[in-house]
């Protein structure tokens, strides 16, 4: 156990800090979204989270049940909640997190637990991602992961949020759209945000708000060559028939993500023809609750 002060992590504070990084989100949407060069410069990733989360808190009474109930059930209905309202990739990514997270929470987070809660909401983020890339929102998840435990709860919720945003500063150096945009990534402000809000509320932590700049990126053209639409959909299936949809799928597009579990995945992907994706999907699962968008314009 940790020493006195912060001591443990409960429902009720967890929901607490969930709704604040809501309102955070919420604020930097423009923002955020004008970060937003990769994998697509179709700045959305600002307007994407925010609904993920919200879609996580939606059900006021269901959550606030779950907060009373414990930590890691709080956890557990967020996160199911986000995956079914997730949008785009950095919504899968968001709400995969956070699903990794509850898989080894309790009623109550001691430090050592909370310390293994991210370890492992870093790692079932990357695997959502079916090719996933340094220098974005999965690395910063990684940087809040490998910071060492401190027994003082407060001090290691402190620590997370200095590296989370020493590496989200690193990002802009990871990728070449990034780099040549000038910005840090889009989806790793959002991290970020969740780090800043947990360190400011349970922690007291003084670190002023974050300020992030963009040296080029308004000022670039768009140029953008690669799919044309966005697809999701929803589907029933086991572990390893949402593999084998993501292998098989991988041919008529990229940035394929997937949230959720055997209770109900979403899946996401760009593609030039989401009609052909859909009528080859079915083939293999049963598909629901299709949306598409185009990417650009």
């Not at 310390?115 to 991602?129: D, H, N, Q």
Request: proline content about 4%.
């Amino acid at each position: 156990m940790s020493n006195p002060g912060l001591g443990l992590i409960t429902g009720p504070q967890f929901l607490a800090v969930m709704r604040n990084f809501a309102q955070a989100l919420e604020l930097r949407v423009p923002e955020i979204n004008d970060l937003n060069v990769f994998p697509v410069p179709d700045s959305d990733t600002g307007s994407n989270s925010v609904l993920t989360i919200s879609a996580g808190l939606a059900n006021t009474t269901e959550v606030e049940q779950a907060a009373e109930a414990g930590l890691g059930e709080v956890v557990a209905v967020v996160a199911n909640a986000c995956g079914h309202g997730a949008l785009g990739n950095s919504g899968i990514i968001l709400s995969e997190y956070l699903r990794g997270m509850s898989t080894v929470l309790d009623d109550q987070a001691d430090v050592a637990q909370w310390a293994r809660a991210l370890k492992v909401g870093a790692e079932t983020a990357r695997e959502a991602v079916l090719t996933p890339q340094d220098g974005t929102m999965l690395t910063v998840a990684q940087a809040a992961a490998e910071v060492e435990v401190d027994p003082n709860f407060e001090n290691y919720l402190k620590q997370i949020q200095i590296q989370v945003r020493t590496k989200l500063v690193e990002t802009e150096g990871m990728l070449p759209a990034l780099a040549a945009a000038g910005v840090v990534d889009a989806g790793a402000v959002v991290i970020t945000l969740l780090h800043d809000a947990f360190a400011a509320q349970l922690a007291n932590s003084s670190v002023p708000e974050l300020v992030i700049t963009q040296s080029k990126c308004k000022e670039l053209p768009v140029d953008y060559s690669g799919p044309e639409f966005e697809l999701m959909f929803d589907f029933l299936g086991t572990e390893n028939l949402k593999h084998k949809l993501e292998q098989e799928l991988a041919k008529f597009g990229d940035s394929i993500t997937v949230a959720g579990d055997e209770s109900g995945f979403n899946f996401h992907i760009h593609t030039d023809d989401p009609d052909q994706v859909i009528e080859f999907g079915r083939t293999l699962v049963a598909i629901g609750n299709t949306r598409v968008h185009r990417l650009i314009g």
